[in-house]
Every structure is written in structure tokens, then in C-alpha cells.
């Protein structure tokens, strides 16, 4: 069976990869997101069901699919890294990153030393990257920061300043949250997403940015963000279910 591609790879494509979250913790989810043509999951620790044990199945099945997996870290999660990139994953998304002191801890707790903590055990990656695991691992491994407070869009260039951060993937929703303004929150968002873009750009990192609409992900797309998670599989499923419902009601109106 040919490999996944890696997230690196993906991004070196010249389309605009497309993934999204799952967090409803179920492998038959997984298994139908993986197979509807999706380029990346984002396998969600932080707001969906999936524990340890889950995100170690889980990338099973998404690779099975020939999908990369991807994992979002819980909130402070950093303990779980070395777990997760244990089973096999080499794409890591960190939440609520606002400073660069965050980002360095980040790093450190996914890097071996001497850049960082990680400590050395034989492991399902180990076994499926070989003799040279240790050695090659930083040249496929994907650190993400998620931009997602105002406060980490003014810190946005010492953020990516950090070696081992290979790029962000903003926020919105949250970052609309942090400005608290009710008047003019929607205009100030704008600025902050073109702010750590053109920040993300002059670092030459890669950007993201998670999109609730089809429409939102290719004006994203189009605009120079490098891939794009859309919505989540619990919204993908209650949409669905919405518009079945709906068109049963239309269609009894009509009879």
C-alpha cells in the first residue's frame, strides 16, 4: 500500500489542501471523512471525545484511508505530545498559542535534544520510520500555533520567530471572541487575519486558517492561505441531517 502523503508534501502541491475536524471520537466518522475526499484530518483533542487511546486508532484508520492524519492538541496539552508523535504523527496543531515562550514550549516537547525534551523509546513510529527515525524526524515533523487571541496577533512575529515553528493556523471565531468589541469586531478581525498573514509571509511560514463556509475556504484559498480546515465533522453531520429534514418538510407541504 503507498503511504499517505505528509503534510509537508501536501502543502508542496500546487492545489490548496482541505481538511477538517473530527471530534465526535468515532473511527466509523473518521473512516467516512477519510473516503468523502478530504486531504488531511485533523484528529481534534481539544474540543472532540477522542482520548489517547482513540488518537492512536485513529490514525490507523485515517492512514488506511490514505489520508494524513493530523492531531490538535488539548489546550496546554503539551504532555501529550510525545505520546502522539510516538504513534506516528508528524503534523501537530497547538491551540491558544499567544506568546513565544508558549510557542519555545511547544517545540521543545516535540523536538529530541538537544533542541528539546522528547525523550527516546522504540515505538510504532520508530518501527515504521526505521533505523534513521531519530535522525530524519525533524524533516517531516509540521508544528502548528493557532492564532486565535488578539494577544497572539500582536506576538504574532516572535511567535514565528521561534525555530521548529513551521507555521500557524489561525482562528477566527476565537479571535473575534478576544477583540470584545461589538461594533467594528468584524473589520478589526480582518485586520488581524491580513496582519499575521503578511507576518507568516515575511517568515516565510506556512498559513492556514479554519473556515466555517465552503465559500469562506476558497475566497481563503484564493487569497494565499497555503490549506484550510473546514468546519467540523459534528457540523458536517447536523447540516446533513438538517437538510434531510427540510426537504422531507417541503416535500409533505407540497402532498
Not at 240 to 248: E, F, N, S, V
Request: charged share 15%.
Amino acid at each position: 500500500m503507498t503511504p499517505p502523503l505528509t503534510f509537508r508534501q501536501l502543502l508542496a502541491r500546487s492545489t490548496t489542501p482541505i481538511g477538517t475536524f473530527c471530534g465526535l471520537g468515532s473511527i466509523d466518522v473518521i473512516e467516512l471523512v477519510c473516503h468523502a475526499g478530504f486531504d488531511f484530518v485533523v484528529v481534534d483533542l481539544q474540543h472532540g471525545a477522542f482520548d489517547l487511546d482513540g488518537a492512536r486508532h485513529a490514525i490507523r484508520a485515517i492512514e488506511a484511508a490514505g489520508v494524513c492524519p493530523v492531531v490538535r492538541l488539548p489546550a496546554g496539552g503539551h504532555t501529550l505530545i510525545e505520546p502522539l508523535l510516538d504513534a506516528g504523527y508528524s503534523a501537530l496543531i497547538a491551540p491558544m498559542i499567544n506568546t513565544a515562550a508558549q510557542a519555545r514550549a511547544f517545540v521543545q516537547a516535540a523536538s529530541y535534544p538537544p533542541r528539546g525534551l522528547r525523550s527516546q523509546s522504540s515505538c510504532r513510529a520508530s518501527l515504521r520510520g526505521g533505523a534513521g527515525y531519530r535522525k530524519h524526524v525533524g524533516d517531516q515533523l509540521v508544528l502548528l500555533a493557532m492564532i486565535e487571541h488578539i494577544d497572539a496577533v500582536n506576538q504574532c512575529g516572535s511567535i514565528l520567530g521561534e525555530q521548529g515553528i513551521d507555521g500557524i493556523l489561525i482562528g477566527p471565531t476565537d479571535l473575534t471572541s478576544s477583540i470584545c468589541e461589538s461594533s467594528g469586531a468584524a473589520e478589526k478581525r480582518e485586520q488581524a487575519i491580513a496582519h499575521v498573514k503578511t507576518t507568516a509571509q515575511g517568515h516565510g511560514s506556512w498559513m492556514g486558517i479554519a473556515a466555517a463556509t465552503i465559500e469562506s475556504a476558497r475566497h481563503f484559498a484564493a487569497d494565499g492561505f497555503q490549506f484550510v480546515v473546514y468546519s467540523t465533522d459534528r457540523r458536517i453531520l447536523q447540516d446533513g441531517l438538517t437538510r434531510t429534514i427540510d426537504a422531507w418538510q417541503a416535500g409533505a407541504a407540497r402532498g
